[in-house]
Nanobody, 128 residues
Framework: QMQLVESGGGLVQPGGSLRLSCTTS????????IGWFRQAPGKEQEGVAC????????HYADSVKGRFTTSRDNSKDTVFLQMSDLKPEDAGIYYC?????????????????????WGRGTQVTVSS
């Protein structure tokens, strides 16, 4: 059974940093692109980062480019989202997901997974 479990969320001041983890099990990580999405109240879900485990390639939404980095712990089936210079508009529930249709991230455009396995999310609050 595929499982993705997010952790690492919390309260951080504007300008601060957080590292989210997505611990996976029940599948071969190299088989699927892993995406990070966020959902804020009243806003559309936004894909912010995508990681391709096979080759380590990444793709980011313009809203987070230069501030967020996604990577993998090669010794574990875990994907990270390092978030820096956080802004109040970065707040929301962050989810990781495995793209069941693609092993690689798209290189441009929106980050959308149409057939995916999702974690339950972790809350990120950015406030002073």
């Amino acid at each position: 059974q595929m499982q993705l479990v997010e952790s690492g969320g919390g309260l951080v001041q504007p300008g601060g940093s957080l590292r989210l983890s997505c611990t996976t099990s029940g599948f071969i990580l190299d088989d699927y692109a892993i995406g990070w999405f966020r959902q804020a109240p009243g806003k559309e879900q936004e894909g912010v980062a995508c990681f391709s485990p096979r080759d380590g390639s990444t793709h980011y939404a313009d809203s987070v480019k230069g501030r967020f980095t996604t990577s993998r712990d090669n010794s574990k089936d875990t994907v990270f989202l390092q978030m820096s210079d956080l802004k109040p508009e970065d707040a929301g529930i962050y989810y990781c997901a495995a793209d069941l249709a693609h092993p690689q991230c798209s290189v441009e455009g929106r980050i959308d997974f149409y057939v995916a396995s999702w974690g339950r999310g972790t809350q990120v609050t950015v406030s002073s």
